[in-house]
Protein backbone atom coordinates (compact mmCIF):
# COMPACT_ATOMS: atom_id res chain seq x y z
CA UNK A 1 0.00 0.00 0.00
CA UNK A 2 1.50 3.54 -1.04
CA UNK A 3 0.09 6.97 -0.19
CA UNK A 4 0.68 9.82 -1.73
CA UNK A 5 0.46 13.12 0.37
CA UNK A 6 0.20 15.84 -1.83
CA UNK A 7 0.05 18.38 1.53
CA UNK A 8 3.87 17.99 2.48
CA UNK A 9 4.90 15.52 -0.95
CA UNK A 10 5.86 12.30 1.01
CA UNK A 11 4.82 9.35 0.04
CA UNK A 12 4.22 7.09 2.50
CA UNK A 13 4.50 3.34 1.91
CA UNK A 14 3.95 -0.08 4.16
CA UNK A 15 1.53 2.20 5.91
CA UNK A 16 -0.66 0.87 8.97
CA UNK A 17 -4.15 3.15 9.82
CA UNK A 18 -5.22 3.96 13.36
CA UNK A 19 -8.51 6.00 13.01
CA UNK A 20 -10.35 7.39 15.96
CA UNK A 21 -13.66 9.23 15.79
CA UNK A 22 -14.13 11.68 18.56
CA UNK A 23 -16.76 15.13 18.56
CA UNK A 24 -18.15 14.12 15.43
CA UNK A 25 -15.09 14.19 13.31
CA UNK A 26 -12.65 11.68 12.27
CA UNK A 27 -8.90 11.53 13.02
CA UNK A 28 -6.21 9.10 11.56
CA UNK A 29 -2.60 8.45 12.12
CA UNK A 30 -0.01 6.95 9.51
CA UNK A 31 1.77 4.03 11.33
CA UNK A 32 4.32 1.00 10.30
CA UNK A 33 2.40 -2.09 10.06
CA UNK A 34 3.41 -4.29 13.41
CA UNK A 35 4.61 -2.09 14.61
CA UNK A 36 0.97 -0.52 16.57
CA UNK A 37 0.50 -3.73 18.66
CA UNK A 38 4.04 -3.54 19.75
CA UNK A 39 3.75 -0.17 20.89
CA UNK A 40 0.46 -1.13 22.54
CA UNK A 41 2.16 -4.04 24.38
CA UNK A 42 5.03 -2.12 25.48
CA UNK A 43 7.77 -3.53 23.64
CA UNK A 44 8.41 -1.04 21.18
CA UNK A 45 9.09 2.57 22.95
CA UNK A 46 10.62 4.81 20.49
CA UNK A 47 7.60 7.09 18.65
CA UNK A 48 9.14 7.33 15.15
CA UNK A 49 9.63 4.26 15.07
CA UNK A 50 5.69 3.25 15.01
CA UNK A 51 4.57 6.83 13.58
CA UNK A 52 5.31 7.22 9.85
CA UNK A 53 4.86 11.11 10.46
CA UNK A 54 3.60 13.63 13.28
CA UNK A 55 1.04 14.52 11.28
CA UNK A 56 -2.38 14.00 12.79
CA UNK A 57 -4.87 13.49 9.27
CA UNK A 58 -8.43 13.28 8.61
CA UNK A 59 -8.26 10.75 5.48
CA UNK A 60 -4.23 9.68 5.70
CA UNK A 61 -5.32 8.07 2.30
CA UNK A 62 -5.91 11.08 0.50
CA UNK A 63 -3.68 13.20 2.02
CA UNK A 64 -5.96 15.33 4.41
CA UNK A 65 -4.49 16.91 7.74
CA UNK A 66 -6.51 17.54 9.97
CA UNK A 67 -7.21 21.37 10.81
CA UNK A 68 -5.81 23.05 14.03
CA UNK A 69 -9.45 23.88 15.18
CA UNK A 70 -10.95 20.77 14.93
CA UNK A 71 -8.02 18.96 16.89
CA UNK A 72 -8.34 21.23 19.61
CA UNK A 73 -12.30 20.77 19.86
CA UNK A 74 -11.65 16.91 19.94
CA UNK A 75 -8.47 16.69 22.19
CA UNK A 76 -8.30 20.27 23.68
CA UNK A 77 -4.67 20.68 22.80
CA UNK A 78 -2.67 21.09 19.64
CA UNK A 79 0.13 19.41 19.84
CA UNK A 80 0.12 16.62 16.94
CA UNK A 81 2.59 14.31 18.75
CA UNK A 82 0.03 14.20 22.21
CA UNK A 83 -2.64 13.91 19.49
CA UNK A 84 -1.17 10.75 18.07
CA UNK A 85 -0.38 9.10 21.06
CA UNK A 86 -3.78 9.27 22.00
CA UNK A 87 -4.99 7.69 19.12
CA UNK A 88 -2.20 5.34 18.85
CA UNK A 89 -3.73 4.19 22.40
CA UNK A 90 -6.95 3.99 22.06
CA UNK A 91 -7.93 4.55 18.10
CA UNK A 92 -9.07 1.24 15.62
CA UNK A 93 -6.62 0.06 13.78
CA UNK A 94 -7.66 0.01 10.42
CA UNK A 95 -6.48 -4.26 8.77
CA UNK A 96 -8.56 -6.41 6.77
CA UNK A 97 -10.50 -9.25 8.44
CA UNK A 98 -8.00 -11.67 7.85
CA UNK A 99 -5.23 -9.79 9.58
CA UNK A 100 -7.60 -8.86 12.15
CA UNK A 101 -8.23 -12.16 12.96
CA UNK A 102 -4.64 -13.24 12.80
CA UNK A 103 -4.04 -10.63 15.09
CA UNK A 104 -6.28 -11.68 17.55
CA UNK A 105 -5.22 -14.83 17.47
CA UNK A 106 -1.68 -14.23 18.23
CA UNK A 107 -2.63 -12.05 21.25
CA UNK A 108 -4.87 -14.58 22.71
CA UNK A 109 -2.33 -17.03 22.75
CA UNK A 110 0.82 -13.88 24.23
CA UNK A 111 -1.86 -13.78 26.64
CA UNK A 112 -2.36 -17.43 27.41
CA UNK A 113 1.23 -17.84 27.39
CA UNK A 114 1.99 -14.88 29.73
CA UNK A 115 -0.94 -16.61 32.34
CA UNK A 116 0.96 -19.70 32.52
CA UNK A 117 4.15 -18.28 33.44
CA UNK A 118 2.69 -16.29 35.84
CA UNK A 119 0.69 -18.75 37.61
CA UNK A 120 0.60 -22.54 39.33
CA UNK A 121 -2.22 -24.87 40.49
CA UNK A 122 -2.29 -23.76 44.48
CA UNK A 123 -2.71 -26.85 45.66
CA UNK A 124 0.23 -28.97 43.90
CA UNK A 125 2.64 -25.68 43.19
CA UNK A 126 2.61 -27.22 39.06
CA UNK A 127 2.81 -24.70 36.37
CA UNK A 128 -0.08 -24.72 33.93
CA UNK A 129 0.91 -25.42 30.10
CA UNK A 130 0.02 -22.64 27.61
CA UNK A 131 -2.56 -25.31 26.02
CA UNK A 132 -4.61 -25.95 29.19
CA UNK A 133 -4.97 -21.94 29.84
CA UNK A 134 -6.26 -21.12 26.29
CA UNK A 135 -8.61 -24.08 26.49
CA UNK A 136 -9.89 -22.42 30.11
CA UNK A 137 -9.92 -18.76 28.39
CA UNK A 138 -11.94 -20.25 25.63
CA UNK A 139 -14.05 -22.11 27.93
CA UNK A 140 -15.22 -18.73 29.71
CA UNK A 141 -15.60 -17.30 26.09
CA UNK A 142 -12.82 -14.47 26.87
CA UNK A 143 -12.98 -11.67 24.27
CA UNK A 144 -9.51 -10.61 23.52
CA UNK A 145 -9.20 -6.38 23.55
CA UNK A 146 -7.00 -5.32 20.42
CA UNK A 147 -6.41 -2.00 22.09
CA UNK A 148 -5.49 -3.31 25.67
CA UNK A 149 -2.04 -5.10 26.28
CA UNK A 150 -1.62 -8.59 26.48
CA UNK A 151 -0.17 -8.34 29.93
CA UNK A 152 -3.35 -6.10 31.39
CA UNK A 153 -5.43 -8.69 29.76
CA UNK A 154 -3.26 -11.70 31.70
CA UNK A 155 -4.35 -9.98 34.90
CA UNK A 156 -8.26 -10.17 33.68
CA UNK A 157 -7.98 -13.24 32.85
CA UNK A 158 -6.57 -14.88 36.05
CA UNK A 159 -9.33 -12.77 37.97
CA UNK A 160 -11.99 -15.08 35.52
CA UNK A 161 -10.07 -18.06 35.55
CA UNK A 162 -9.85 -17.81 39.84
CA UNK A 163 -13.60 -18.60 39.50
CA UNK A 164 -13.61 -21.78 37.46
CA UNK A 165 -10.18 -23.50 38.00
CA UNK A 166 -7.48 -23.91 40.69
CA UNK A 167 -4.95 -21.37 39.89
CA UNK A 168 -3.25 -18.48 41.56
CA UNK A 169 -0.03 -16.22 41.07
CA UNK A 170 3.00 -17.99 42.07
CA UNK A 171 4.61 -16.64 44.87
CA UNK A 172 7.89 -14.94 45.39
CA UNK A 173 10.48 -16.08 47.88
CA UNK A 174 12.44 -13.09 48.99
CA UNK A 175 15.57 -12.75 51.62
CA UNK A 176 14.45 -9.91 54.46
CA UNK A 177 17.35 -8.86 56.28
CA UNK A 178 16.57 -6.06 58.84
CA UNK A 179 19.13 -4.32 61.27
CA UNK A 180 18.14 -4.92 64.85
CA UNK A 181 17.48 -2.03 66.27
CA UNK A 182 14.38 -1.51 63.64
CA UNK A 183 13.54 -5.08 62.93
CA UNK A 184 10.80 -5.72 65.09
CA UNK A 185 8.53 -2.57 64.28
CA UNK A 186 9.42 -3.16 60.64
CA UNK A 187 8.58 -7.01 60.55
CA UNK A 188 5.31 -6.00 62.22
CA UNK A 189 4.51 -3.83 59.94
CA UNK A 190 4.97 -5.95 56.46
CA UNK A 191 3.60 -9.35 59.13
CA UNK A 192 0.29 -9.63 56.97
CA UNK A 193 1.93 -9.11 53.48
CA UNK A 194 3.75 -12.41 53.93
CA UNK A 195 1.78 -15.17 53.25
CA UNK A 196 4.65 -17.59 54.68
CA UNK A 197 7.41 -17.51 56.72
CA UNK A 198 10.17 -20.16 56.22
CA UNK A 199 12.92 -19.15 57.97
CA UNK A 200 13.76 -16.61 60.85
CA UNK A 201 17.13 -16.05 62.48
CA UNK A 202 18.66 -13.48 64.43
CA UNK A 203 22.22 -13.08 63.73
CA UNK A 204 22.30 -10.67 64.74
CA UNK A 205 20.09 -8.50 62.06
CA UNK A 206 16.87 -10.31 61.44
CA UNK A 207 16.79 -12.58 58.32
CA UNK A 208 13.98 -13.67 57.16
CA UNK A 209 13.11 -16.10 54.37
CA UNK A 210 9.55 -15.75 53.62
CA UNK A 211 6.94 -16.32 50.49
CA UNK A 212 4.40 -13.59 49.31
CA UNK A 213 2.05 -13.16 47.13
CA UNK A 214 3.70 -10.40 43.57
CA UNK A 215 1.23 -7.75 44.49
CA UNK A 216 3.03 -6.83 47.97
CA UNK A 217 6.48 -6.92 46.71
CA UNK A 218 6.27 -3.27 46.21
CA UNK A 219 4.43 -1.96 49.36
CA UNK A 220 7.20 -4.65 51.83
CA UNK A 221 10.40 -2.90 49.76
CA UNK A 222 8.73 0.67 50.57
CA UNK A 223 8.43 -0.14 54.28
CA UNK A 224 12.20 -1.82 54.35
CA UNK A 225 13.83 0.91 52.43
CA UNK A 226 12.09 4.04 54.66
CA UNK A 227 12.03 2.24 58.00
CA UNK A 228 14.95 1.08 57.73
CA UNK A 229 16.52 4.34 56.49
CA UNK A 230 18.01 2.44 53.61
CA UNK A 231 19.91 -0.15 56.05
CA UNK A 232 18.16 -3.42 55.37
CA UNK A 233 17.62 -5.18 52.15
CA UNK A 234 15.14 -7.08 50.36
CA UNK A 235 16.48 -9.38 47.96
CA UNK A 236 14.12 -11.64 45.80
CA UNK A 237 15.53 -15.36 45.94
CA UNK A 238 12.66 -16.47 43.40
CA UNK A 239 10.20 -14.90 40.67
CA UNK A 240 7.74 -18.42 41.19
CA UNK A 241 7.90 -20.48 43.58
CA UNK A 242 7.21 -23.85 41.83
CA UNK A 243 7.69 -27.42 42.41
CA UNK A 244 11.05 -29.05 41.14
CA UNK A 245 10.78 -30.54 37.74
CA UNK A 246 9.71 -30.45 34.61
CA UNK A 247 6.35 -31.52 35.09
CA UNK A 248 3.13 -29.16 33.45
CA UNK A 249 -0.29 -29.88 34.49
CA UNK A 250 -2.34 -30.66 31.28
Not at 28 to 52: F, G, M, P, T
Not at 59 to 86: H, L, P, W, Y
Request: charged fraction near 35%; proline fraction near 3%.
Amino acid sequence: MSIFTPTNQIRLTNVAIVRMKRSGKRFEIACYKNKVISWRNKIEKDLDEVLQTHTVFTNVSKGQVAKREDMISAFGIEDQTEICKQILAKGELQVSERERQSQLESMFRDIATIVADMCVNPETKRPYTVGLIERAMKDSHYAVKPTRNAKQQALDVIRILKTQMAIDRARMRLRLVLPVKEARKVREKIKSSLASVEQEDWTPDLEIICLIDPGSYRNIDEVVRSDTKGKGTVEVLSLKDVEEGDERLQ
